[in-house]
T-cell receptor, first 115, second 115 residues
Framework: AQSVTQLGSHVSVSEGALVLLRCNYSSSVPPYLFWYVQYPNQGLQLLLKYTSAATLVKGINGFEAEFKKSETSFHLTKPSAHMSDAAEYFCAVSAFTGGGNKLTFGTGTQLKVEL | KAGVTQTPRYLIKTRGQQVTLSCSPISGHRSVSWYQQTPGQGLQFLFEYFSETQRNKGNFPGRFSGRQFSNSRSEMNVSTLELGDSALYLC??????????????FGEGSRLTVL
C-alpha cells in the first residue's frame, strides 16, 4: 500500500522567503509522486510530478521538488514566496492497482504568505 | 482545450434524499475518477471509470455509486444522504489510462451540503 505524510498542516512564510513544504512517502513499489495546489473554492491543479526520470523536478510557478529515495522524501520548494502562492498544497502518490489510476493524498499543508 | 467540467457547482439536499453529480472530462480523456474532500478526512478516493467500466473503488458504502457513458462523461450518485456526506466532490480525468503516469486533471468540484 502507498501513503504520504505531510509534515506541518500550516506553514507561514514572509514574502520573498524560501518556501519548503515537506512530504514523505511510503510505497511498496517505485512510486510516482505529485504535488497539487488548491486555491479556495477551486479544484486541484498539478504543480509537478516525479515519474522515475530526473530526481529534481521543476514545476509551474517556480516550484520544484527533489525525490530522495534514501530519505523517502519529496519536499516542495520555491526560492522566493509570492503572495499569490497562498493556498493549500497536497502531496500524492500513485497506486498502481491492476491498471487503475488512483492517487493517495496527504492531508495537505496550508501555506500563508505574509508581507 | 476545455477543462474538466462539473455540474452543479453547489447544491443543498436534506437527509434521506439522493443526489447525482455530473462530470465531463477533458476531450480525449477516457479515465474519470471521483474524490471526496472533507475537512476531517481530507481527499479520499471514491472510484475510477475507464471505458464505461469501474476499475477501482475506494472504501465507501454502497450508497455511493457511479457510472460512465460511452462519451466518457461520468455521473456519481449518492443515495439516502447523511449529514456526513457534506463535502466537495471532485472529478478528475486522465489520458493515460493503463499505466501509472497518473496525471489527473481536476474539475472545480461540486459542493454538497446535506441538512
Amino acid at each position: 500500500a502507498q501513503s504520504v505524510t505531510q509534515l506541518g498542516s500550516h506553514v507561514s512564510v514572509s514574502e520573498g522567503a524560501l518556501v519548503l513544504l515537506r512530504c514523505n512517502y511510503s510505497s511498496s513499489v517505485p512510486p510516482y509522486l505529485f504535488w497539487y495546489v488548491q486555491y479556495p473554492n477551486q479544484g486541484l491543479q498539478l504543480l509537478l510530478k516525479y515519474t522515475s526520470a530526473a530526481t529534481l523536478v521543476k514545476g509551474i510557478n517556480g516550484f520544484e521538488a527533489e525525490f530522495k529515495k534514501s530519505e523517502t522524501s519529496f519536499h516542495l520548494t520555491k526560492p522566493s514566496a509570492h503572495m499569490s502562492d497562498a493556498a493549500e498544497y497536497f502531496c500524492a502518490v500513485s497506486a498502481f492497482t491492476g491498471g487503475g489510476n488512483k492517487l493517495t493524498f496527504g492531508t495537505g499543508t496550508q501555506l500563508k504568505v505574509e508581507l | 482545450k476545455a477543462g474538466v467540467t462539473q455540474t452543479p457547482r453547489y447544491l443543498i439536499k436534506t437527509r434521506g434524499q439522493q443526489v447525482t453529480l455530473s462530470c465531463s472530462p477533458i476531450s480525449g480523456h477516457r479515465s474519470v475518477s471521483w474524490y471526496q474532500q472533507t475537512p476531517g478526512q481530507g481527499l479520499q478516493f471514491l472510484f475510477e471509470y475507464f471505458s464505461e467500466t469501474q476499475r477501482n473503488k475506494g472504501n465507501f458504502p454502497g450508497r455511493f455509486s457511479g457510472r460512465q457513458f460511452s462519451n466518457s462523461r461520468s455521473e456519481m450518485n449518492v443515495s439516502t444522504l447523511e449529514l456526513g456526506d457534506s463535502a466537495l466532490y471532485l472529478c478528475a480525468s486522465s489520458f493515460v489510462a493503463g499505466g501509472r503516469a497518473g496525471e489527473l486533471f481536476f474539475g472545480e468540484g461540486s459542493r454538497l451540503t446535506v441538512l
